[in-house]
């Protein structure tokens, strides 16, 4: 048993996508959770900026202790999960992944589409993971960079989002696919913008679900769970506004959350 939180990181709000799927698996667990605001968006930025910035909130999370770092974060996970797995002394986890593999098997037509940040588009790292999971497939990706501005002004659920949405997906009407990957943590806060434009046919793909099942399945390989008894706690960090993150952050978790602001 360990006692320890989990850390769980985003470039914004959007990450809290996959700490509400972890949370709902593992209520017993503590989490702390940084938003990096200040430097949003991460999409656009080059990716060694990205390594760099999503690092300096890994060396934080280690010296609060945590367990297990979690990238809940597409563009940091694509520009930083290989080498802050290889040099961090705890677990790491990222969202590309698993997402991939739930998108593969979801799949009938073999026909699968990407939405996510430039920055994770041009990294290729959907592609790659989900041709390695099932080669036959066709990958049609699609940078999405306003979709994350929208969610950080808390749009989702208005008008201007469904217009918003409808003009950037109008991409995908000619392309067969069944299965859509929201390739960014702030995509499933629009999915039912997407949902009207994609239609009941495609199959959305969530990350954050198949990522809360691999915090789940590491903490079970290492045994390292928290006491069944506990309460967790839950902290939550902003390097931006702790109240715009609070008025999107209270909305999307469904319970109000004081934020504190970080200065790292």
């Keep these: 048993?360990?006692?320890?939180?989990?850390?769980?990181?985003?470039?914004?709000?959007?990450?809290?996508?996959?700490?509400?799927?972890?949370?709902?698996?593992?209520p017993n667990e503590s989490y702390i959770f940084i938003g990096d605001q200040a430097n949003l968006p991460y999409g656009q930025k080059r990716s060694e900026t990205v390594r760099k910035l999503t690092k300096r909130i890994a060396d934080y999370m280690v010296e609060q202790n945590v367990k297990m770092f979690v990238i809940a974060c597409n563009t940091?996970?694509?520009?930083?999960?290989?080498?802050?797995?290889?040099?961090?002394?705890?677990?790491?986890?990222?969202?590309?992944?698993?997402?991939?593999?739930?998108?593969?098997?979801?799949?009938?037509s073999g026909q699968i589409g990407v939405i996510a940040?430039?920055?994770?588009?041009?990294?290729?790292?959907?592609?790659?993971?989900?041709k390695r999971a099932n080669q036959a497939v066709v990958v049609s990706s699609l940078g999405c960079p306003e979709f994350v501005t929208m969610v950080e002004e808390?749009?989702?659920g208005t008008v201007e989002a469904q217009v918003a949405?409808?003009?950037?997906?109008?991409?995908?009407?000619?392309?067969?696919?069944?299965?859509?990957?929201?390739?960014?943590?702030?995509?499933?806060?629009?999915?039912?913008?997407?949902?009207?434009?994609m239609g009941d046919s495609v199959t959305l793909?969530?990350?954050?679900?198949a990522t809360a099942r691999q915090v789940r399945d590491n903490l079970s390989v290492h045994d390292t769970f928290a006491v069944d008894h506990q309460?967790?706690?839950?902290?939550?960090?902003?390097?931006g506004n702790p109240d715009d993150f609070a008025k999107v952050a209270d909305k999307l978790l469904g319970t109000p959350i004081t934020a504190v602001k970080l200065d790292i």
């Design 205 to 209: 793909i969530d990350p954050g679900v």
């Design 154 to 156: 808390g749009l989702a």
């Design 1 to 26: 048993m360990d006692n320890r939180p989990i850390g769980v990181m985003d470039s914004g709000v959007g990450g809290l996508t996959v700490l509400k799927e972890i949370t709902k698996i593992l």
């Design 76 to 108: 940091a996970t694509a520009a930083a999960y290989e080498y802050l797995k290889a040099i961090l002394p705890i677990p790491v986890i990222g969202v590309i992944e698993p997402g991939s593999q739930m998108a593969a098997k979801a799949s009938k």
């Design 231 to 239: 309460t967790g706690s839950r902290q939550f960090y902003t390097t």
């Design 165 to 197: 949405v409808n003009n950037r997906l109008a991409w995908f009407m000619d392309k067969p696919i069944d299965t859509l990957v929201m390739g960014c943590t702030h995509f499933p806060i629009l999915e039912k913008e997407i949902q009207n434009v």
């Design 117 to 130: 940040t430039n920055g994770t588009v041009r990294s290729g790292d959907y592609e790659r993971l989900i």
